[in-house]
């Protein structure tokens, strides 16, 4: 009982600082006031377009693909992560040492700056499109079962964070990796269905897709948003995906601890 | 008398004025051209990462693509536009921001970076222009293979639509550089943004949000819209309009919208010189 609450004192002690470190910088974060809803006008006229007068493009009807896209939106402000850019940077400076020697894990201290930094992302991003995507544009963006909604876009959240913590560790071994992450975010983009919904892809590689990360570090929550979950024809009840997802995140917390334990027995430094 | 030998000195001072800016002109060339070798030893030098960027570079971009073949092979598309006629327009896209990307992108970034860390007059004391050494300073081959899926893309496109005539080509090539133009508007812009807002590198995305209109047929869009891509930020001339040129689609009020692009590559030209008057620094 007395570490755990050590470790929230931590977490709230880091998230804290790493808020008020970047509100310094709130501006960077308020651009998405501007990027995000042109990038959702663009997307409703191209789907009001595509679906001209059909009632129903891959079991999407033009409302669900609208929502579809403002939800999208919305959690990737709240999930969005860069702990693989600040883990490469501390590998390839040295200055991972000086964490390596700290009396606290560094994965914990990076997951502490996250919810620091996404808290700033909840109320510079995250409110503000809302207010714009429901207001002004008037696009509902209720969710239909709210506790499975919190619970899938809490488990994207991990899932963000502990595929990028992974992708930061691969600096132990390459010292630089900005062509993996480049690469990787690439593939994430494309297959976490941020740019179109996965069920656009061909029959094959959505099936291929159940096996990899991506789609749980987007497509699930924003379809748990929207109340149906369907990937490779398989329709599934919103409890079961959500459960599938935490497994997901379960087998990636796994990897990313085996990661890690192979990375410091490789890792040595000198006086960062 | 007096009238003729006025004249004799007004044509020698004229002539003068021609040879210098003729040599200046030379000197610029020769200053571009060694720019231009250094990024190609940087290039030859670290291959890997090259491959590695361009290839990187070329997937990115090939995205709008690959989303309008899922939407076509949905069975779904935009009205009057064939699969091939909307690629052709991504593609057209591609290109220009592959040429952007090699030979003026960089000014953006590299003024970003020059005021936020404060050394800007190191660059303001060299005896030549700030905006032209910058952008010849960060030429990059890295657009190359963007570029080069850019064209692929673009010729499977034209052979899946009809043939355009020479006029319509002519039209193209016109039309094309107007719009490669315009990205340089927007790049100036986008510097001279950076002068007021330091050390923001999400201005950027603001407008690659705004070019992303330009991506796709006008005429998904509401007129209020395209009134505003293609007269304010005229984005619509980077790929709709050439496009539109190859396909036929072209009218004599198209040739209009060069105005509101050459004003608006103008505007970013005297808003960056602007900003640099205004740039103050000490030492870096």
């Known amino acids: ?272 | 008398m007096v009238d003729k030998r006025v004249d004799k000195r007004t044509n020698l001072n004229m002539d003068i004025k021609i040879k210098q800016n003729g040599l200046r002109l030379r000197r610029y060339l020769t200053v571009y051209k060694e720019c231009v070798k250094v990024a190609f030893a940087t290039a030859s030098t670290y291959r890997l990462n090259f491959i590695l960027n361009c290839t990187i570079m070329l997937l990115g971009d090939i995205i709008f693509p690959l989303i309008t073949v899922l939407i076509y092979g949905s069975g779904a598309g935009f009205e009057g536009w064939t699969v091939y006629e909307v690629l052709l327009i991504q593609s057209i896209f591609t290109m220009s921001t592959a040429i952007a990307d090699m030979t003026f992108h960089g000014v953006m970034w590299v003024t970003m970076d020059m005021v936020r860390s404060g050394n800007m007059e190191m660059v303001l004391i060299l005896p030549v222009d700030t905006m032209f050494i910058l952008m010849a300073r960060t030429f990059s081959f890295e657009g190359i293979g963007l570029f080069i899926g850019g064209l692929v893309i673009f010729i499977v496109a034209i052979l899946n639509v009809v043939v355009p005539s020479i006029l319509m080509w002519l039209q193209f090539f016109a039309y094309f550089i107007i719009g490669v133009l315009v990205m340089m508007g927007i790049a100036l812009v986008m510097a001279a943004i950076s002068f007021k807002w330091v050390g923001n590198s999400r201005i950027p995305e603001i407008f690659s949000s705004i070019r992303s209109f330009g991506k796709y047929p006008q005429s998904i869009f509401p007129k209020a819209i395209v009134i505003i891509t293609s007269i304010i930020i005229p984005i619509a001339m980077i790929a709709y309009y050439p496009a539109a040129a190859l396909l036929g689609r072209g009218n004599s009020g198209m040739f209009i919208m060069i105005l509101p692009c050459l004003l608006f590559l103008l505007f970013g030209i005297y808003l960056y010189r602007y900003m640099v008057r205004l740039y103050q620094g000490v030492g870096g």
């Not at chain 1, 059909?54 to 609208?66: F, H």
């Not at chain 1, 991003?125 to 509902?140: A, D, N, Q």
């Open chain 1, 1 to 272: 009982m007395k570490t755990i609450k050590k470790q929230l004192n931590i977490l709230w002690a880091v998230a804290v600082v790493t808020y008020k470190e970047w509100s310094a910088y709130r501006t960077h974060s308020m651009v998405s006031i501007l990027v995000g809803p042109i990038y959702f006008i663009v997307q409703y006229f191209i789907w009001t377009a595509a679906y001209g007068g059909r009632t129903m493009l891959n079991g999407m009807d033009l409302t669900q693909m609208i929502t579809y896209f403002g939800a999208s939106t919305l959690i990737g402000y709240l999930t969005m992560d860069f702990a693989d850019w600040n883990l490469q940077m501390l590998i390839r400076t040295g200055k991972f040492l000086t964490f390596a020697l700290r009396p606290i894990h560094h994965r914990f201290f990076a997951f502490s700056q996250k919810v620091g930094h996404r808290v700033l992302g909840l109320l510079f991003e995250f409110i503000p499109c809302y207010i714009i995507f429901t207001l002004l544009f008037k696009v509902s963006l209720v969710p239909r079962h709210m506790g499975w909604t919190i619970l899938s876009v809490l488990l994207a959240f991990l899932m963000n964070f502990y595929i990028h913590y992974i992708l930061g560790m691969t600096a132990f071994w390459f010292t630089q990796s900005s062509g993996i992450r480049r690469v990787f975010d690439l593939l994430s983009g494309v297959f976490s269905g941020v740019f179109i919904p996965l069920v656009f892809f061909p029959h094959a590689l959505q099936k291929i897709l159940f096996f990899l990360p991506f789609p749980y570090m987007s497509y699930v929550p924003v379809m748990v948003f929207t109340g149906n979950f369907t990937l490779a024809g398989i329709e599934m009840d919103i409890p079961i995906i959500v459960g599938i997802q935490a497994l997901a995140v379960c087998i990636t917390i796994l990897i990313s601890e085996l990661l890690y334990r192979a990375s410091m027995r490789r890792f040595n430094g000198v006086g960062a």
